[in-house]
């Protein structure tokens, strides 16, 4: 089992199988439509199945698996209109989030968040760590703005649809693209401006859509 890019430690059996699955549900190791059979995955981890459900349920509400009446749960398919849809609501809570962090953003906010992208870039092709800078990255501007709500959900959205970045990254090669429009993001803070850095923020967010489209 591998939860290396999470922190939570497994406290009980139902964390341990909540862990155990959004880490493979969001590295793509159960892919979509992917069959989770409760007694299996108690086998696996040396529990009972009832904390297997419990943790199923969970990451039912969270996105990340479907249950369907009477057949069980599966990896959620995302549509490309719903992955859309997932990634404009994205769009718009970084975007809020952004424009709070303009406000009292500053050199020594613009110096770390650069030394985060250079710890980004440096990934080259290695997603697992490519996902984990790019996380980073952008929790660091949300925790800027103060608003932990909107971190929270956040970090929801993107893990629902972390399979399909990750689909992105190793079919499109475009990790080493995406230093100019981070860049951008830090100079659009660095400016103080809200409106500026909601806009750079939507528009970084939103044009990953048209690529990941293409993938579902």
Not at 67 to 84: E, F
């Amino acid at each position: 089992m591998s939860i290396s890019k999470h922190d939570e430690p497994a406290t009980s059996a139902q964390q341990q199988a909540y862990l155990f699955l959004r880490d493979k549900i969001q590295t793509g190791r159960l892919p979509g439509g992917s069959r989770i059979k409760p007694e299996d995955i108690a086998d696996e981890l040396g529990i009972s199945r009832m904390p297997v459900r419990e943790a199923i349920r969970q990451l039912d509400s969270e996105g990340l698996l479907t249950i369907r009446p009477n057949r069980g749960a599966v990896v959620t398919v995302l549509s490309p209109d719903r992955l859309a849809e997932l990634f404009e609501m994205r769009a718009a809570l970084e975007g809020v989030c952004a424009r709070h962090a303009a406000v009292n953003f500053d050199e020594e906010a613009g110096e770390e968040l650069s030394n985060l992208l250079d710890m980004l870039n440096r990934a080259g092709q290695n997603v697992d760590l490519w996902i984990r800078r790019h996380e980073a990255f952008h929790n660091f501007i949300c925790e800027r703005a103060n608003r932990p709500l909107m971190l929270a959900e956040v970090k929801r959205l993107r893990a629902v649809v972390e399979p399909y970045l990750r689909m992105a990254q190793s079919h499109l090669e475009t990790m080493g693209n995406s230093n100019l429009a981070h860049r951008q993001l830090i100079d659009a803070l660095l400016t103080r401006d809200p409106d500026r850095a909601e806009a750079v923020m939507r528009h970084h967010i939103n044009v990953t859509v048209a690529d990941l489209r293409s993938l579902v």
